[in-house]
């Protein structure tokens, strides 16, 4: 509830810098922007309270809709095309599965690593240049807008939120990823996998990452080498700033939600007032930083109340 009422501050405050932060055309702007951090969101959120984190994201998001335009390119019909994308997404996730799960590595250094290596092979395979779509009917996934006025990036964002939060809140799958966060021998006496529960949480989050990549490829009519490099970043502050734990084991996809509009309220906002952009950046890390520290004081609440039923 809080977040709720700081966002609505940050709102109010950009809107009395500028009024035209409220404008029709702002707003589908911020509901474009909310596409991509939310659908690759949606993904860093599952795998965060499962207890992994996957750093290479926006790597994998910036790749995968690279094949994508390659393969829109030779004449392949948009569906398929996306469908081998998706594909191509998984397999990333897999591979950082393998590195955490199979060689043990920190997911945190595995998929930095990874980040490194997917970027570089975007860069090479596309000469850094963005890669032109031609396949119209790929374009509508990006440019169409619901009644005229909701684009449909932001509908396929508020969708997926919406079905992963049923999942996380009404399935067994769900209710282990969140045990797998928090307790690792307890799901192993329940009779179920951490290392599986966490590999499908990165080819989840792999294949979401090749989603919002593409989809925002088809918004622009090209893919980018770079367009969604600090995905993972926004995805992680996103959930974070939703009460979502860095330690894994807690949180929710509605505060997801809240933490999304939060962060694209306040990004657009420094754009809005015309702050300058290495500012902007100084910002936006600075917000991380806050969304961290609440993160912290948050899990020291929650061991000590634990502490104190225990001596109670």
């Not at 998984?90 to 799960?101: C, E, P, R, S």
């Not at 250094?109 to 290596?117: D, K, L, Q, R």
């Not at 440019?143 to 964002?157: E, Q």
């Not at 951490?194 to 499908?200: A, D, E, V």
Request: with cysteine.
């Amino acid at each position: 509830m809080i977040l709720v009422y700081v966002t609505l501050a940050v709102i109010v405050f950009f809107y009395i810098m500028n009024p035209s932060y409220i404008g029709r055309d702002n707003i589908r702007g911020m509901m474009n922007s909310m596409s991509v951090s939310g659908t690759l969101g949606v993904g860093m959120a599952f795998l965060l309270m499962g207890g992994g984190v996957d750093l290479a994201a926006g790597a994998v998001g910036c790749f995968g809709a690279i094949v994508v335009a390659f393969l829109l390119n030779t004449g392949m019909p948009w569906p398929v095309a996306m469908l081998l994308g998706l594909v191509f997404g998984i397999a990333a996730g897999a591979i950082n599965a393998f590195l955490v799960n199979g060689l043990n590595f920190m997911g945190f250094i595995a998929t930095i690593a990874m980040s490194s290596v997917f970027n570089g092979f975007a860069l090479v395979i596309s000469n850094n240049q963005n890669i032109p779509i031609s396949n119209q009917k790929f374009w509508a996934i990006g440019s169409y807008a619901l009644f005229g006025v909701i684009p449909m990036p932001f509908v396929i964002a508020v969708c997926l939120i919406i079905i992963y939060g049923l999942i996380l809140a009404k399935t067994r799958f769900g209710r282990s990823i969140l045990m797998c966060g928090g307790n690792m021998n307890a799901v192993r006496l329940a009779g179920l996998s951490p290392k599986k529960i966490t590999s499908i949480l990165y080819m989840n989050c792999g294949m979401l990452s090749t989603l919002a990549g593409s989809v925002l490829a088809a918004r622009m009519h090209n893919a980018s080498p770079t367009a969604v490099a600090t995905g993972a970043m926004d995805a992680i502050t996103a959930s974070v700033l939703g009460g979502i734990s860095f330690m894994g084991g807690g949180g929710n996809i509605s505060g997801l939600f809240i933490g999304l509009i939060m962060l694209t309220a306040f990004n657009n906002g420094l754009v809005v007032i015309n702050l300058q952009a290495y500012w902007q950046i100084v910002a936006q890390g600075g917000l991380l930083i806050v969304a961290l520290c609440v993160d912290y004081f948050n899990e020291r609440a929650k061991v000590s109340a634990l502490k104190g039923r225990a001596e109670g």
